[in-house]
């Protein structure tokens, strides 16, 4: 929640070079976990890399999204970027986060060739209004975070109150020491506030975070103020997510064949299968992967009584309990289809919250 408080004393960016790594400062920090990183400075890094990564004739980042496969660590970190697309019109371009050789955040950009055209004055589509006097910061979760390296300004709606909501961000410092921030890392850096702006459902009620971010820029923003709209409307609104959150989980189950959009003016989507043929394992895999929950860190072959790696031929006990125990809840999900799950919801579930979201429905359908 934001609120209006004295000024804190901040560190001077949000991360310092030390050679190829990026050291977190406290601005670095989440509000979720006091070890974690906001989603933010990493797509602002992102962001830098795919900008900069050489690939061909200058280029304009188009569209970039952004999976948060970890948390990021509150440790130094590194960059890595390669070419998955060459071209002098049209490339592409990936780059990841790694933390300690892991990979925790991946982006993928899409960057289309300069060319100078002209055209009539396109229509103004800015934000309205625009940045005023009063200056808000996200309340310290725990200390310093992100949130208190953005200046924000609210143009439509209310902090803290379920709806739409438009809000100005800027930058107090500059995501790398010493560096000048991009527009496109401003707008990176503000893009993974929506899910903190707008919700159908109260902060005190629920908490929901973004596991992934797709920005598409038809312009970079001109001067140091990037403008945020976000709103929850339908499916999404029954579900208190933000709309961007829920359309890349719906585009996933897509691809996963789980899906299939509709046509015409009302779009949307449905079951490309019957429920009955479709488990609760093909859902989570479709939108988490197919991953392990459990990765081993191998801590037996560090501190004093390391050996070498060829003296641990077995996995240790709290590997295989974890093993056992992933292969356990999957094989669960396996066994359930979504036909179950609402065989589940319309015997469990309260007549009147059935009536209740019945009226809802046929409000936003109608």
């Known amino acids: 929640m934001p609120s209006e408080q004295a000024e804190p004393e901040l560190p001077d960016a949000v991360f310092h070079r030390d050679g190829d790594r990026y050291v977190p400062t406290e ?24 900008e900069q990564h050489e690939v061909g004739p200058p280029a304009h980042v188009a569209r970039m999204t952004v999976e948060l496969l970890r948390p990021v660590p509150m440790q130094p970190i590194e960059i890595r970027a390669r070419t998955l697309r060459p071209g002098k019109k049209v490339q592409l371009v990936e780059a990841s986060v790694l933390a300690d050789g892991t990979e925790v955040v991946r982006a993928t950009a899409l960057r289309i060739r300069h060319a100078d055209v002209t055209f009539a004055d ?12 009063r200056r808000e910061r996200f309340e310290n979760i725990g200390g310093l975070n992100f949130g208190f390296a953005m200046e924000m300004s609210m143009a439509r709606g209310e902090f803290g109150v379920p709806g739409p909501a438009a809000v100005w961000f800027r930058l107090a410092v500059p995501v790398v020491a010493g560096e000048e921030t991009t527009p496109l890392m401003r707008v990176a850096a503000a893009a993974d506030f929506g899910n903190g702006i707008s919700g159908a459902v ?4 629920h908490l ?29 609104e029954a579900h208190g997510v933000p709309v961007a959150y829920l ?3 719906l585009q996933a189950m897509s691809r996963a064949g789980i899906l299939e959009a509709g046509t015409g003016p009302r779009g949307g989507y449905r079951l490309a299968q019957a429920p009955a043929d479709i488990s609760v394992l093909d859902v989570v895999e ?12 191998e801590i037996r072959r560090r501190g004093p009584a390391a050996m070498p790696a060829s003296e641990y031929r077995t996995m240790c006990g709290i590997h295989r309990v974890m093993v056992e125990a992933d292969t356990a809840w999957r094989a669960e999900l396996a066994r359930t289809s979504v036909a179950d799950l609402a065989a589940g ?7 009147k919250a059935m009536e209740k979201f019945g009226t809802w429905f046929q409000e936003v359908t109608s």
């Open 202 to 205: 109260t902060w005190e009620d």
């Open 208 to 236: 929901f975070i973004n596991p992934d971010l797709t920005m598409y820029v038809h312009r970079l923003p001109e001067g140091d103020w990037v403008g945020l709209d976000a709103q929850t409307w339908r499916l999404a």
């Open 345 to 351: 919801v319309a015997r469990d579930a309260s007549p």
């Open 286 to 297: 479709a939108v988490d992967g197919d991953d392990p929950a459990f990765h081993c860190m």
């Open 27 to 50: 601005l670095a920090r989440g509000p979720w976990d006091p070890n974690a990183q906001h989603g933010g400075p990493a797509a602002a890094l992102l962001a830098r890399t795919v």
């Open 122 to 133: 396109p229509p103004d589509d800015r934000l309205t209004p625009g940045p005023g006097a």
């Open 247 to 249: 359309a890349k989980h």
